[in-house]
Every structure is written in structure tokens, then in C-alpha cells.
């Protein structure tokens, strides 16, 4: 074992405590600011209950990450070696994301629109858009150690594909986009998205030790910690609600790093839950409309389904994480196939 992966499980577990630390006061702090969650009235009636629940709580993932990050940046300049550059492309991709959706958050807390609801989501694709396009010209063009950033990782296929940057950008821009709203939609479950993610990460985090991406194994991990240490208040019932602030940059980090790793195929099998929330509400509009009128679920996304259908929150929690877990246990084993 070389020793960058003991110090990136050790960076993950400080951030954990980082976290988790201060997690209470920043509770109690949004609850006598008044950032309690508006609670759709076109949800599951047993989700009501929920409203008022501080939110935002994406902000108890972001700062420790961020001030983790960028102290490690800071310290290389008395060790070189102790962390990269690359590690802040996803940081920046966390930040621009997590912006946007603290903007929506805090529309949506103040009832600037329907019940519920943040700003328009033509406003929010086209702002995800424009991150996701300079994080992709950044990998294409910039440099700074993005050594699988120009192409893609076949399973069972021994090469590395490089891709033109004409063909590669259009696709980056939608895996980042489409990562961050299809985490956004798995979040509406106490304790799923933040479990979710960390899994997702970590198999990234594996997946990128194996090509020796040290720096990029630093932040999966960093982010596994950080997600543990909100899971601490979000689990069931949960004292505090992640927010598009965290599901949103959550998302797109994520998509990111799949990049990176030039295993993006990946993604669909090591994130198979939010990517089975986004195609469920896909699915969902399009056979209403086809159908005029009718629902293929009873709700979407998918979890308010098997809500509906007789679950319990914390078994849709639990079952939906075991599929999470076996599902990026399957996406690593195919990264080493080859």
C-alpha cells in the first residue's frame, strides 16, 4: 500500500469529525434564522410533517471540504508533493454548483414562488450549463494533471480512447449537468442522497487510486467524510435537510470526477439510483404525455413510488442504499477489467 491512500482515508475521517462538530450549532443557527424547508403540497402527505425542517444543509458538507482542500494547497507549499492542482477543479465545480443552489434554496425558503419551489428551472439548466461548459474547457485546455480527461475507458477494452475536445466538451457538459440534477432528484429522503453519494464517491475514489490520480483520491475521500459527517443529521429523522446547495454541486463534483477518471461509462452503474430517480421522471413525462393524461408511477421521482406503494421511508433508505453499494462495488470490478 503506498502511503498517499493511508493519508486520503485519514483527510476523509478528519473531515467526518470537522463536520459532524459543527453540525449542531449550524442546526441550531438555520432554525433561529428561520430556514426550515417549504414542504411541496404536491408530495406524500406523510412528508408534511418535515415542514420547517432546517435546510440547506449542503453548506455543512461544502465548507469543511473547501477548507480541507484548500488547506492542503496551502501546506504544498512547504511539502510539493502532499497534494495537486487537480484537486481544485472539482472544488471550484462544488463551489459554482453549490452557489446556484443555495440561490434556489433561499428562493425557495422565502416563498418567492410556488410553495416549495426555487427559481424557474429553464434559469437553473442554463446557469448548470454554463459551470458544466467551463469545467469541461478547463479539463480539455487548461492542463493541471487531468492525465484521463481527454477520453474514455471501454470495459473489458485494454486502451485508453482519446476523444477530440470538439466531440469530448458536449459530452462533459452533460455528464456534469445530468450528474448534478440526477442527484438533486434522489434527494427528498432522509439519509438518501447523502449515503448515496458517499458511496458513489468512494468507488471513484478506488477507481482513481488504481490509475494513480493521488490528488483526485484525496477529494473523493475528503467528500466520503463530509457526506458521513451530514448523514449525522440527516439520518432518519433527519434534524436537517441537504438542499439543492448540496445535492446540486454534489452531483455535478461527481460527474466531474467521472471525467477525470476517464470512466464515465461508469457513472450510470456506480450512481445507478440517481440515475434510476432522473429516467423515472423522465419516463414520467413522457407517458403522460403520450398517453394524455395517465402516470406510469404513482409518484416521481422513484422513491416517492415505493413510498406510496406501502414502504416506509427508512426501508426505501435502506433498500435503495444496498442497491448503491452492490451497484459501485460492480462499477470498480469493471474498471479493473481490461
Not at 493511508?6 to 462538530?21: D, E, N, Q
Not at 471513484?204 to 458521513?228: D, H, N, P, S
Request: glycine content about 12%; overall charge neutral; aromatic content about 10%.
Amino acid at each position: 500500500m503506498t502511503p498517499d491512500l493511508p493519508l486520503a482515508l485519514s483527510l476523509g475521517a478528519i473531515t467526518f469529525l470537522l463536520t459532524a462538530i459543527w453540525g449542531g450549532p449550524f442546526v441550531e443557527v438555520l432554525r433561529r434564522l428561520g430556514i426550515g424547508k417549504q414542504i411541496r403540497s404536491s408530495g406524500p402527505q406523510s412528508h408534511f410533517a418535515k415542514t420547517g425542517t432546517p435546510t440547506m444543509g449542503g453548506i455543512l458538507i461544502v465548507i469543511p471540504v473547501v477548507l480541507i482542500t484548500l488547506g492542503l494547497n496551502i501546506a504544498r507549499l512547504v511539502k510539493e508533493s502532499l497534494t495537486g492542482s487537480s484537486i481544485l477543479l472539482p472544488l471550484f465545480v462544488l463551489l459554482g454548483f453549490g452557489l446556484l443552489g443555495a440561490i434556489d434554496d433561499i428562493e425557495g425558503v422565502r416563498g418567492l414562488r410556488e410553495r416549495g419551489e426555487g427559481i424557474r428551472a429553464r434559469t437553473k439548466f442554463f446557469f448548470q450549463f454554463v459551470l458544466a461548459l467551463a469545467a469541461a474547457v478547463a479539463m480539455a485546455f487548461v492542463g493541471g494533471g487531468f492525465q484521463n480527461a481527454n477520453g474514455v475507458y471501454l470495459p473489458l477494452f485494454p486502451d485508453f480512447i482519446e476523444i477530440p475536445p470538439l466531440l469530448w466538451i458536449p459530452v462533459a457538459v452533460f455528464i456534469i449537468a445530468a450528474s448534478s440534477n440526477a442527484v438533486n432528484f434522489t434527494d427528498g429522503l432522509d439519509g438518501l442522497s447523502g449515503i448515496i453519494a458517499a458511496s458513489a464517491y468512494a468507488a471513484f475514489g478506488v477507481v482513481a487510486q488504481l490509475q494513480g490520480q493521488t490528488f483526485l483520491v484525496q477529494f473523493c475521500f475528503i467528500m466520503v467524510g463530509a457526506c458521513f459527517g451530514f448523514l449525522w443529521y440527516n439520518a432518519h429523522p433527519a434534524q436537517l435537510f441537504m438542499g439543492d446547495v448540496g445535492s446540486l454541486a454534489l452531483g455535478a463534483a461527481l460527474g466531474t470526477i467521472a471525467m477525470m477518471t476517464g470512466q464515465w461509462l461508469l457513472l450510470p452503474i456506480i450512481a445507478v439510483i440517481p440515475m434510476a430517480e432522473v429516467v423515472s421522471v423522465i419516463l414520467q413525462i413522457s407517458y403522460f404525455r403520450l398517453s394524455h393524461g395517465k402516470r406510469l408511477f404513482r409518484m416521481t421521482p422513484i422513491h416517492h413510488h415505493f413510498e406510496l406503494s406501502g414502504w416506509s421511508e427508512t426501508q426505501v433508505v435502506q433498500r435503495f442504499w444496498l442497491v448503491g453499494i452492490l451497484s459501485a462495488m460492480l462499477g470498480v470490478s469493471l474498471a479493473l477489467l481490461r
